[in-house]
């Protein structure tokens, strides 16, 4: 449900609305197609950290998946059981590997050999012992943004797979870990789900070299990335859940008691977030380009920017006319647009636009840039209309 004209109007723009009955909508849909097939979900936390978010995906039991010792402290705090915090990363810092074993995660997705020598090490050192899963960049495409792609082979990522036997001797050699799964995540906002197809084949390849060399992997883990529908937000508010976990279920077979997990981010929170933000001025370039500036930028969301990403916009103050425009925010980049060339009716100084789709990696990558502040968060039950 969009907030209203009058709700916005409580607030000062830019702001994050977050509709929270989308949102448990969307738990349900996720908590009711995976638990058909047994599957665990860990919320990925770095899509958005919002506290209330974090507390409504918690209520449904879900676990986390964090990528910094910072996630593993909030997804704590939220109230997450630490028995199905995971905690993957290419760069983790000793504070951090020290923090996760204090509060007994249930494992570290290792991204390097070095790595497991010093999970082993801190461990040894504190006298317990790490639970780890071996991340592995299985060399598949996922069909999406550069900047979002992580499981092809020269990405920074995970375990090359043509390492695993050097990484299998080594753990051997480790008296303070013991590997109990395999971790893979390939990118985000994957849209084809033959990618997930592809993954799949690649992981039953790479467990069938684990069998066959007696190595008991119990949990496995194929990390995230189902995309969301950005051109159409109103038609699509809830991913395609059902038919994602029925890809793992027809395409992935489990032996006897092996888990399966995923750590879904942006298609849990994505849809249920709209940027609002206000006009600020209409100008005309000399190539006779009409730009409309408005009062939320890049540092309130980067993925245009960053990855050339589409969000839908809409005028909610005004639906008469039409008019080709871009729409910019103030901060001194070029690349600081939300949409080039795009139709909306007429749009006008004091107008508000809604940025449709904005719950996953937006919020959460804001900054400070150019010394504006951070957004604030609306939720759309803090209203009492009448
Ligand atoms: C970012 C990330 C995810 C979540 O990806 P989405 O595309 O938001 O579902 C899952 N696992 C890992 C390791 C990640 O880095």
Known sequence: MMISIKNIEKHATPFYYYDINLLRRTLETVCKNA???????????KANFDKRILEEIKNFGLG????????????????????????????KRDDEIIYALE???????????????????????????????????PDVDPQTHKNISTGH????????????????????????????????????????????KNLCSRVVSIMSWFSEHGIEISYINVGGGL????????????????????????????????TLHFELGRSIVCQCGTLISKVLYNKKTASGKNFVLIDASMTELIRPALYDA???????????????????GGVCESSDIFARDIELPITKRGDYLAIRSAGAYGQAMASNYNLRPLPESVYSDSFIDF
């Open 35 to 45: 638990s058909r097939y047994g599957y665990h979900i860990h919320y990925a936390l």
């Open 153 to 196: 082979a020269d990405s920074k990522f995970g375990i090359a797979y043509t390492e695993i036997e050097e990484a299998m001797a080594k753990i051997d050699a480790l008296p303070n870990i013991s590997i109990v799964g395999l971790h893979f995540h390939i990118g985000s906002q994957i849209l084809n789900l033959d990618v997930f």
């Open 103 to 137: 509060k007994g995660i249930f494992a570290f997705n290792c991204e390097s050999l070095e790595e497991l020598e010093v999970i082993n090490e801190i461990a040894g050192r504190m006298h317990t012992h790490a639970t780890v899963a071996l991340r592995i960049n």
């Open 64 to 91: 986390a998946d964090c990528v910094s010792g910072g996630e593993v402290r909030a997804s704590v705090e939220a109230g997450f059981d630490p028995k199905k915090i995971v905690f993957a990363g290419v760069g």
């Open 227 to 258: 995309g969301v529908d950005y051109i159409a937000p109103e038609t699509n508010p809830i991913p395609d859940f059902d038919t994602y976990f029925k890809v793992f279920h027809d395409n992935l077979p489990l032996k006897e008691g092996q």
């Open 310 to 328: 589409y969000h839908r916009i809409e005028n909610l103050s005004n639906k008469h006319g039409n008019e080709v425009y871009s729409i910019a």
